[in-house]
């Protein structure tokens, strides 16, 4: 058994566009907030040793390739808001990518994409 610590889970938000995060988080602010609470359960999930994909959250599902939507939860008469994240099981990292709603579902996962292509061909 190795003396080296376990590598914990990181979260990384440097390729978000925080301007799309500000714009609609000021329409939106409730739906941003439940998204980001349901993305610290994840967190907090993977933390504890869950395996990605072993627990089962109705907010959270992978959308394509290394790709997760989380939504939001407890907000009455919101919009279907989509936090979504790229999960690397090695390193461990969460990388925050874009939000947004069914409207931009598409452009959305064609963005995560190109993101996700772009981490890959880095590491």
Not at 74 to 81: G, L
Request: aromatic fraction near 8%; glycine fraction near 6%; proline fraction near 2%.
């Amino acid at each position: 058994m190795s003396d080296e610590p376990a590598q914990d889970w990181s979260v990384d938000d440097s390729h978000a566009d925080k301007n799309r995060f500000k714009k609609y988080g000021k329409s939106h602010a409730r739906e941003v907030a439940s998204c980001f609470a349901n993305l610290a359960t994840v967190v907090g999930l993977l933390k504890a040793g869950a395996a990605l994909g072993s627990f089962r959250l109705n907010f959270f599902r992978r959308e394509s390739g290394d790709i997760w939507r989380i939504g939001q939860t407890k907000v009455p008469s919101a919009r279907e808001t989509r936090l979504y994240i790229l999960v690397l099981v090695f390193p461990k990292a969460i990388h925050v990518l874009t939000i947004g709603d069914k409207d931009t579902q598409q452009a959305d996962l064609a963005k995560c994409k190109q993101i996700e292509s772009a981490i890959n061909s880095g590491r």
